[in-house]
């Protein structure tokens, strides 16, 4: 018996859509980066890129538990001295609730080339319409 091996010109890639109203991040970003690494196909490979592309909406919709509105803080570095920038989640959330999902995704994925890769079949919209109509993306319920 022989153990298959991914390449990357045999991967089959579909276009998944994810809507994530009313979801905890932490849970709707492990399941996302999931999808983009491959893990939830039969050949997934761990040095191949074997994921498919993933469109998730309603991102200003996603729900933070407990109490991270107001005790999690986006922190930062300008590279200046003394430039160290701190936002809170709740303020974060109003302006730029893409960037939250995103960090939280792009977290969960390795950090290397392949990482990087996979980050960049990633499209996140704050309201329900997208651009990828085109694409004919499937409808995917997460838990």
Not at 54 to 72: C, R, S, W
Not at 95 to 119: E, H, Y
């Amino acid at each position: 018996m022989k153990t298959y091996m991914a390449k990357p010109e045999e991967v089959k890639r579909e276009w998944f859509v994810v809507d994530v109203a009313g979801k905890p991040l932490g849970r709707i970003a492990s399941q996302v980066a999931a999808i983009l690494r491959g893990k939830n196909k039969p050949v997934f490979t761990p040095n191949v890129d074997t994921g498919d592309y993933v469109i998730v909406i309603n991102a200003d919709k996603v729900v933070l538990t407990g109490n991270k509105l107001e005790q999690k803080y986006y922190r930062y570095h300008t590279g200046y001295v003394g430039g160290l920038k701190e936002i809170r989640y709740d303020k974060l959330m109003q302006t730029r609730s893409d960037f939250v999902v995103r960090k939280a995704i792009k977290g969960m994925l390795p950090k290397n080339k392949l990482g990087r890769q996979m980050i960049k079949k990633l499209f996140i919209y704050k309201g329900a319409e997208h651009k990828q109509q085109a694409q004919q993306p499937k409808v995917l319920t997460l838990d």
